[in-house]
């Protein structure tokens, strides 16, 4: 039996509210190509293994939910680039539910409730534990959030001096409760956390989980160097680490 693709979720057109839901195993295919690079028509033919008329039944049928447009060719007006037109929010694996130690009440009684943890750490632990459970992978909008938290706190830590700037991260982290965070520059910084309010308590899923503090620290530090960079968690506790560690690198033009 072949394993099922988890459900893709994405944003509607700029111009309406809403979200779309792609179930189609061919869909998925190409949404996920697309996802990597946009591609010509015969490419993405190729790529599938299905008819002309399949592939161009389905990129039909996305283009007209405004997940996909094309473009055409800079170099041969009869060909078409497609592309995906809308912003991916995340995932549902309809066949991974089962019921996880994280979302019951004892544990939460004993590592939130006993430990003197405030309403906010319940609620969110418990909601990314249930998230986890039913199969739902929101990483793209957490972290997106995590980057509007980033625009929003910038001004208040920016300092001129980069260990001051940094020094306002780390008691931002610790005031907030986020954990204890510490630096070590290098052409690319590493950043550990430690007591990570975001994942400490989550199932051990051997992925990284921290696309919140992900998104915050890419745009502080994309704000304060001036250039875009790439963010990526390289240690988890959900991996089954003590820690967290993330690796930000500039991404010079």
Known sequence: MREQRPIQIFSNSERSIGINVVKSPVKLTIL????????????????????????????????????????????????????????????VNSTDKKELDETQKQYLIDNIINEGSDFNLLLFHTLRAMLIQEGINIDPILQA???????????SL????????????????????????????????????????????????????CFLDTGIIETLFSQYLD???????????????????????????
């Open 32 to 91: 996920e190509m697309l996802r990597a690079n946009e591609m010509e028509f015969d490419e993405i033919v190729r790529n599938t293994g299905k008819s002309k008329s399949t592939v161009s039944v389905h990129l039909k049928s996305l283009r007209e939910k405004g997940i996909v447009s094309y473009k055409i060719h800079p170099n041969d007006n009869r060909k078409k680039i497609f592309y995906i037109n809308s912003k991916y929010l995340g995932s």
């Open 145 to 155: 959030t995590g980057n509007s938290i980033g625009k929003a706190i910038f001004e």
């Open 158 to 209: 920016y300092d001129e001096d980069l260990d001051v700037f940094l020094n306002n991260i780390v008691q931002f982290w610790k005031t907030n409760g986020l954990g204890r965070i510490s630096f070590e520059m290098g052409d690319i910084i590493k950043v550990t956390s430690y007591d990570c309010f975001e994942c400490e308590l989550l199932p051990k899923t051997g992925k990284p989980a």
């Open 227 to 253: 250039v875009p960079v790439s963010v990526i968690e390289i240690q988890c506790y959900t991996m089954g680490d003590g820690k967290c560690v993330f690796e930000v690198e500039p991404l010079m033009e």
